[in-house]
């Protein structure tokens, strides 16, 4: 199985900020990995796709980087409503997996 | 507009048998995956497997592989995820989502609001 580790598993932010979320990857996944927000009590949320395509709706302060292994979510200007967790999912090989989780909370 | 629901909340006693289900609607049903992932309480996400309505060709995590079971009935667009014997520790909360492969890559794109399950004796 494919193993993807983020980091930080969580990070303090105030409205603003600008906030990086890494998603490392055992083995080669291409550009086959996607990131969701989750908010407390709700299903994710799809925001990325491809590593860098923009789901239809999401705001452009979310953009996606990376290939092969290292990836890269980030946040621009941080606003109240994105204090969620977030997880990136490889989409390469089966069986399908998810990182663990970034928790984004308000400083 | 693509919709999944997925059915009622369930408190279930150990060893007891257990299917959820997720209706679809919105699109073909017979053409995407639809997946099923697990959250255990204050956990992250873990993914179960996927099934092909179109043909029930079916995918397990190896984590999964035996304990559930995934099928669809094409003729009311429902997927199920079937427990035989349940164990304390498929409390959880259960998603199911379309997975979409060509232009989204692989990605969940649509996801049920989730089904609560509770074993308990």
């Known amino acids: 199985d494919i193993q993807l580790t983020q980091s930080p598993s969580s990070v303090s932010a105030s409205v603003g900020d600008r906030v990086t979320i890494t998603c490392r990857a055992s083995?080669?996944?291409?550009?086959?990995l996607a990131w969701y927000q989750q908010k407390p009590g709700k299903a994710p949320k799809l925001l990325i796709y491809g590593a860098s395509s923009l789901q239809r709706g999401v705001p452009l302060r979310f953009s996606g980087s990376g290939s092969g292994t290292d990836f890269t979510l980030t946040i621009s200007s941080v606003q109240p409503e994105d204090f969620a967790t977030y997880y990136c999912q490889q989409a390469n090989s089966f069986p399908r997996t998810f990182g663990q989780g970034t928790k984004v909370e308000i400083k | 507009e693509v919709q999944l629901v997925q059915s009622g909340g369930e408190v279930k006693k150990p060893g007891e048998s257990l299917q959820i289900s997720c209706k679809a609607s919105g699109y073909s049903f017979t053409s995407y995956w639809i997946g099923w992932v697990r959250q255990m309480p204050g956990k992250g996400l873990e993914w179960m497997g996927i099934?092909?309505?179109?043909?029930?060709?079916?995918k397990y995590s190896p984590s999964f592989q035996g304990q559930v079971t995934l099928s669809a009935d094409r003729s009311i667009n429902t997927a199920y995820l079937q427990w035989s014997s349940l164990k304390a520790s498929d409390t959880a909360m259960y998603y199911c989502a379309r997975h979409v492969s060509d232009i989204y890559m692989g990605a969940l794109v649509d996801w049920g609001q989730g089904t609560l399950v509770t074993v308990s004796s």
């Open positions: 083995q080669g996944v291409r550009s086959w």
């Open positions: 099934i092909y309505p179109g043909d029930s060709n079916t």
